[in-house]
């Protein structure tokens, strides 16, 4: 009756099995993946990739496949792996691999692991990140440090933050800016002044900000079974992000953090040189060159607390390709994946996103050739023992819900470090208790289950 | 029954039963199945497996749960009545013949029938904390407005004051409710020295209780239920989850943890509970409604 | 002269409420024409503007490269052309050579609509939607109201108390079921889920025709009935002729119901091509991370503006038939 009903499709008209593909990027991303997809059913006689554009993939894609409606190839991040299988939402692919002949030796260490859930593989990497300190040279300048001297330690960016800060602030009834290492101590402890330029803030961009105590040394669990949200280090994590607001004001940082333009936009507050210093990743290269191409910035690993003990901290992720449960065309669709996943089309599409390859090996001038002229910083950071990865638990999703709301509560002087953390492990504690209850009543009959697909 | 009646019988149900066929698919089964599946570990993928009272217990013990239902019973708290009085007010003021009656009318009710995507949308703008239209009109008489939706103790009223605009329904239910009030109780009451105000209490209020227990009821049903807003407003439930919304957490839940057993177990607190404040609101006021030849 | 001042103070306050209750929608309107920087601007003016100077004896439209505070202050100005064939051409103006001129953005709208890619797809599901659902809920509403006021037969009073209390049932109650039950019909990822049910009816609109059916004197049924016509002959061609109003009303609501429901599109479709603009109009929000202002509020304003239009053709039978809706039974 209507064209909207019966609209999957299985062959194109020359007979070709349609792959659906779900990609959640937009912009030069999504532009990437599409020469990647171009040339692969140019490649093909018998596939044929149909590729969709789709915004809040994971939700959407939980939704679809609960439905019974799932498409056959879909993009994620890595950190929803776990939670995606357990819940029993994706294709295992270890079977698959093996036959053909894919294993972690050829990947990155890490990113082998993050696709991977209870010794099986669900996923396999599209293009890796790593997270890197991006500073403003000329701000650098303007605040008489050497552009080329990044912080080594975090207490040094604390220090460097405080002299890259300029406020506002009323002195014998004429408003003056000043730099926050010029104020007197009564007019620090006042706090009442207007942000103009920031050095630095635990929550901007405010992606990462559950996660600041890997740079403490903290793993946020014991990597099987416990969670340890309220670890010393951790704790210690969220003290420093509390020390920021207790030092330049809640109202102060609240208020300035309202005026942020879009992230992907020349409103970005690093882009428009309103923050000095910012933890980013390898895209933010792109964003760059893209909104404000004169900004003058360098990258370099952002630093522990604890430098000689913990060098090159960082959080390795990826985009990944899966097979959602229920996919009409599973060999098809897995046939794309190891596609995406041979050396010459995964280098293009992470030249394509401006990252680095998911290989170990580079084809020659990869790394040379990259536009980003940073690339081997963030490479280095990615086989970097302290590369850190979202813990691998389907509880994730609600355990990052967790530390993001005790890192606004602590952020905001709601709640103490101590407790807003010991109300985090607490309910992520019963959350995964839940899970195991679950798991161990069930982990026979679905490894059996897996293992036979 | 005699020939004609069951004739008559088979005839009207025929007529009804589209109705009943979709209240037993749309609306029987998924309610006996919300309840079945509250005792039970579901997530769709997999079958649903029988766990007895764990989902309640588990309830007991979710703050969030009692920190999402404690910020929809606030919100339901404040908004409805003040929603009633302005509805109320409003009507009253249009009841009389003004000029541009119809016009007022019409502008009244308009913001309760556009999307509620776009209204939320038009409230994230005029609530914004650094360049929205409200903090500058609130500067402009000498108030530094709060941050409204990034601060945790001026989510709720955000919520609450951005619903009062959308009373228009109501009003309209009012003033139809006005009309039907006999002029010649107001000529009498004035004949008597009553003022505008005894009137209102002891006239307009009694004339109308119909109408506002009707309202007052939708409202809480509604209120309770209510997720669009919230969702689009805070749609992780805003700063230390202050405006995290029962139904918010509930399809949250249900749709995007995939725990819809245990979402399910949360439908049925939500049904008892507008069940509970329906039947409480109709004992405690019944008795003072006034029906027109009753 | 006391009822005249009542009058007039209550003409006041009407036109001052009404000002704050409109100015949300003019607001909307007043940013979706504006660029984005005068979006962010404090204090805010109402009116979208460019500046422009007269260069070279021509009057151009000139791109401010220092603050506005500069321009207040009166000091030499820097600019740069920003149309014609010296477009990015460099002066230093006085103050006074300056001036606003009123500039609305409409190009904005044109932007809003391809940054949200696909709006006519998004467009053309609210429709038809909107469509279907307006059909099955005057079709079935209709019938079955018939069924509950023109008929008389046992249990009819009773079955219809049912149906005005299934209007307390709540909808995240049923979400999940119903969600499971469409998945196993297949629904999930089309638009059926949300017209299918319309089929069936709905307790307010069955409601709200009933009332009206009740109306219609007996006589007519009851004339017609001797002339032999069957039940179903005087719901055809009787009562439906006369309660063309009521049922306008109806098709009315469902029509605004459907293209201003945002929860059953955001559960049940999981296909971008399948979205509706409501849904369309959240995603687009949810991706710009919700700053580009003046896009979000002119994709609003073309949301809003079908069911403005609407209303204002059709206000009195809207609120007669909301009128109409108040419990009098």
Not at chain 1, 330 to 339: L, R
Request: a negative charge; one cysteine or more; aromatic letters at 14%.
């Amino acid at each position: 009756m209507l064209s909207c009903d019966n609209r999957v499709q299985d062959t194109t008209d020359d007979g070709r099995v349609i792959v659906r593909y779900w990609e959640k990027w937009t912009d030069f991303e999504y532009d990437a993946m599409r020469a990647v997809v171009d040339d692969f059913n140019k490649s093909q006689q018998r596939i044929y990739v149909e590729m969709t554009q789709i915004s809040e993939p994971d939700r959407k894609l939980i939704l679809a496949t609960a439905g019974g409606n799932p498409p056959d190839v879909a993009g994620l991040w890595s950190y929803n792996v776990s939670s995606f299988a357990e819940k029993g939402a994706l294709t295992p692919l270890s079977n698959r691999l093996d036959a053909v002949g894919i294993n972690k030796g050829q990947y990155i260490p890490a990113l082998w692991d993050i696709c991977s859930h209870r010794g099986e593989v669900w996923a396999l990497p599209s293009t890796p990140s790593t997270l890197a300190l991006h500073w403003n040279r000329r701000l650098f300048r303007e605040a008489g440090f050497d552009p080329d001297t990044p912080p080594t330690s975090l207490t040094q960016l604390d220090e460097m933050a405080e002299q890259l800060t300029i406020v506002e602030i009323k002195r014998d009834n004429e408003t003056v800016r000043v730099r926050y290492t010029e104020l007197t101590d009564s007019e620090k402890a006042a706090k009442d002044f207007r942000i103009i330029q920031l050095g630095f803030s635990p929550h901007e961009p405010g992606w990462w900000k559950q996660a600041w105590g890997y740079w403490f040394g903290a793993d946020l669990w014991d990597g099987d079974r416990t969670i340890e949200a309220d670890s010393p280090e951790n704790i210690e994590a969220f003290e420093w992000i509390a020390g920021y607001t207790e030092k330049y004001g809640v109202k102060n940082m609240l208020s300035f953090g309202e005026s942020f333009g879009n992230f992907s936009s020349p409103q970005n507050p690093f882009l428009d040189e309103r923050v000095a210093m910012e933890i980013q990743g390898v895209w933010m290269y792109n964003f760059i060159e893209k909104f404000s191409p004169n900004l003058d910035w360098a990258a370099a690993p952002f630093p522990s607390a604890y430098p000689d003990k913990l060098p090159n901290v960082t959080i390795v992720e990826c985009d990944v390709l899966v097979i959602p449960t229920g996919a009409r065309h599973p060999d098809e669709a897995f046939e794309f994946i190891c596609y995406v996943n041979s050396q010459k089309p995964m280098e293009k599409l992470c030249l394509g996103h401006r990252k680095f390859s998911a290989f170990i090996e580079y084809s020659d001038g990869f790394v040379e050739n990259h536009p980003n002229p940073f690339i081997d910083v963030f490479i280095e950071l990615a086989k970097s023992p302290n590369g850190k990865t979202t813990p691998r638990t389907p509880i994730w999703e609600s355990y990052e819900d967790e530390l993001i709301v005790a890192a606004d509560r602590v952020y905001r002087h709601i709640a103490t470090p101590r407790d807003a953390l010991a109300y985090a492990q607490n309910r992520s504690a019963k959350a995964m208790a839940r899970n195991l209850r679950v798991w161990d009543a069930t982990a026979e009959a679905r490894k059996k289950e897996w293992a036979d697909q | 029954m005699t020939r004609g009646e069951r004739r008559k019988f088979w005839t009207g149900l025929a007529f009804v039963s589209p109705w009943v066929v979709g209240f037993l698919v749309f609306g029987l089964y998924p309610i006996v199945m919300a309840a079945y599946y509250s005792f039970c570990n579901y997530n769709v993928l997999q079958d649903a497996q029988f766990v007895g009272l764990i989902n309640y217990q588990e309830m007991l013990e979710d703050d969030v749960l009692w920190k999402a239902l404690y910020n929809t019973l606030f919100y339901a708290i404040f908004s409805v009545p003040l929603g009633l009085i302005v509805a109320l007010l409003f009507a009253v003021l249009l009841n009389r013949p003004i000029f541009g009656r119809s016009i007022f009318r019409m502008l009244f009710y308009v913001p309760s029938i556009v999307p509620l995507v776009a209204i939320a949308m038009i409230w994230l703008w005029v609530f914004n904390g650094d360049v929205g239209l409200l903090n500058y009109a609130l500067s402009l008489i000498g108030i530094d407005g709060p941050n409204w939706l990034a601060d945790p103790a001026w989510t709720k009223p955000t919520l609450i004051l951005s619903a009062i605009w959308m009373v228009g329904g109501a009003m309209v239910l009012f003033l139809a409710g006005l009309q039907d009030v006999p002029r010649s109780l107001y000529e009498s009451a004035e004949l008597d020295g009553a003022g505008a105000a005894k009137q209102f209490w002891h006239i307009t209020v009694p004339m109308v209780s119909p109408v506002i227990y009707f309202n007052l009821i939708m409202g809480i049903i509604y209120s309770i239920q209510e997720l669009v807003r919230p969702y689009i407003m805070l749609p992780d439930g805003g700063p230390d989850r202050s405006g995290l919304f029962f139904a918010v957490y509930l399809y949250q839940t249900a749709f995007r943890d995939l725990r819809m057993g245990y979402a399910s177990a949360m439908a049925m607190l939500m049904f008892f509970i507008i069940l509970l404040l329906t039947w409480a609101v109709t004992k405690l006021i019944q008795s003072r409604i006034y029906y027109e030849g009753a | 002269m006391p009822r005249f001042g009542f009058q007039a103070t209550r003409l006041i306050l009407m036109i001052v409420i009404c000002g704050v209750f409109i100015t949300p929608l003019l607001w909307m309107v007043s940013t979706s024409l504006k660029p984005l920087d005068q979006t962010m601007q404090m204090p805010p003016r109402w009116l979208p503007y460019e500046w422009q100077a007269t260069i070279d004896g021509q009057l151009v439209a000139v791109d401010l490269k220092d603050s506005e505070a500069v321009v207040k202050a009166g000091g030499p100005i820097k600019v740069e052309v920003a149309e014609g064939p010296s477009k990015g051409e460099p002066h230093t103006l006085d103050a006074s050579q300056l001036q606003r001129k009123i500039a609305p953005q409409w190009g904005n709208y044109k932007e809003a609509v391809h940054e949200m890619r696909e709006f006519p797809r998004y467009l053309r599901n609210s429709l038809i939607l909107c469509t279907l659902t307006v059909i099955g809920t005057v079709l079935s509403c209709s019938i079955v109201a018939y069924g509950f006021s023109r008929v008389e037969w046992k249990g009819r009073n009773t079955l219809f108390l049912v149906v005005l209390a299934t209007m307390m049932i709540p909808f995240p109650v049923t979400m999940v079921p119903l969600y499971g039950l469409f998945r196993e019909l297949g629904f999930i990822g089309s638009l059926k889920p949300l017209w299918v049910p319309t089929f069936f009816g709905t307790a307010f609109n069955i409601f709200l025709l009933r009332q009206f059916f009740m109306t219609i004197p007996r006589d007519l049924s009851e004339a017609a009935r001797i002339d032999g016509c069957s039940e179903f002959m005087i719901f055809i061609k009787i009562i439906l002729p006369l309660a063309k109003p009521a049922v306008t009303v109806v098709a009315l609501f469902q029509f605004l119901y459907a293209w201003n429901d945002f929860l059953g599109p955001l559960i049940y479709l999981t296909d971008q091509k399948d979205f509706t603009l409501a849904l369309g109009l959240q995603f687009f929000q949810s991706q710009q991370g919700g700053t580009q202002w003046h896009y979000l509020m002119a994709a609003s304003a073309l949301v809003l503006l079908p069911v403005l239009l609407l209303f204002f053709f059709t206000q009195r039978t809207f609120i007669e038939g909301v009128s109409m809706s108040g419990l009098k039974a």
